[in-house]
């Protein structure tokens, strides 16, 4: 299937876990992917991963999503070696967790920065491209967390509700360019960010999610390559959860 | 070469996908140009790009026909018609 042939997506945090996935399903639709992360070294080993697979069909690109000027910068560059861009997924995230009490004012403006801000930044960036071409696929990641709030979780929960707002507003902006902007709001899924969580937080979260299972990497992807796909046409202003039931 | 007035209206007809002699200066953007509020948005920011000007939000505003349009690229140029 190479339903996404000649189509270019950009992907942040794209260097490992749900980032690495998207890009990984995108490519192997036919895509070519633009792959951000913040460091040269991780963008770079999966750009090379990728174009084991097709050669030339992706590069890397360091970027700090946070940025504004570097985001102009580096997507003005995308759309310049690539020479369009169709598909935007903004994955990067990052969690800086603490009960309120014990939040301290740079880990709310750090999580903020990254997950909510850098999602405006991206979007601001290849937004005028898209409206040229009247077409285009947004895809953010939220969260689970940004709908239910969870105890530890302010900051990020705060973005990734944020993210949602954000997306339906754009979704009614630039719906009559024919660009759709939908959420995916991943439940529990195994990954770096979640590694982190102590052995009976796991269980007792397991117990939560009706099928059972954490989530895996690739069940977001499937999900974000399903809303850049030609059959997500209509949709547009959605959030999905992909979280085994954990929300509903 | 062409003047800054046909230059404006070939910017017009560009990005409102409408026909040359429906341009015409009294022609509005909303009401005779089915111009959306994005459209003119873009506009303004094609003008902006065409001309290296930038058009600050209250005076891009007051932009409402063709004929605005025109005459303000030339005041801002500093050239008669």
Known sequence: ?248 | MATNSERVIKIIVDQLNVREEDVKPEAKFIEDLAADSLDTVELVMALEEEFGMEIPDEEAEMLTTVGDAIKYVEGKLGTGA
Request: include cysteine.
């Open chain 1, 1 to 248: 299937m190479n339903e996404l042939q000649g189509q270019v997506a950009i992907v942040t945090g794209a260097s490992r876990g749900i980032g690495k996935a998207v890009a990984e399903q995108l490519a192997a639709k036919g895509a070519s992917i633009a792959v951000i992360s913040t460091t040269s070294t991780g963008s770079e080993s999966v750009a090379a991963e990728l174009c084991q697979l097709r050669p030339g069909c992706a590069r890397p690109y360091a970027l700090n999503v946070a940025d504004y000027q570097a985001v102009e910068d580096c997507c003005k560059q995308i759309v310049s070696d690539f020479g369009r861009v169709d598909i935007l997924v903004n994955n990067a995230g990052i969690t800086r967790d603490n009960l309120l009490l014990r939040m301290r004012e740079e880990d709310w403006d750090q999580v903020l920065a990254v997950n909510l801000k850098g999602v405006y930044n991206c979007v601001k960036a290849v937004v005028r491209p898209m409206m040229k071409a009247h077409y285009g696929r947004i895809v953010n990641i939220s969260s689970v967390i940004g709908i239910t709030g969870n105890a530890g979780q302010a900051n990020y929960a705060a973005a990734k509700a944020g993210i949602i707002g954000f997306s339906k507003s754009m979704a009614k902006e630039l719906a009559s360019r024919s660009i759709t902007v939908n959420v995916i709001a991943p439940g529990f899924i195994d990954t770096a960010m979640t590694a982190e969580l102590p052995p009976e937080q796991r269980e007792a979260l397991l117990k939560q999610i009706p099928l059972g299972r954490t989530g895996k990497a690739e069940d977001i992807a499937a999900a974000v390559t399903f809303f850049a796909s030609k059959g997500a046409d209509y949709i547009t202003g959605q959030v999905l959860c992909v979280d085994g039931g954990l929300v509903m």
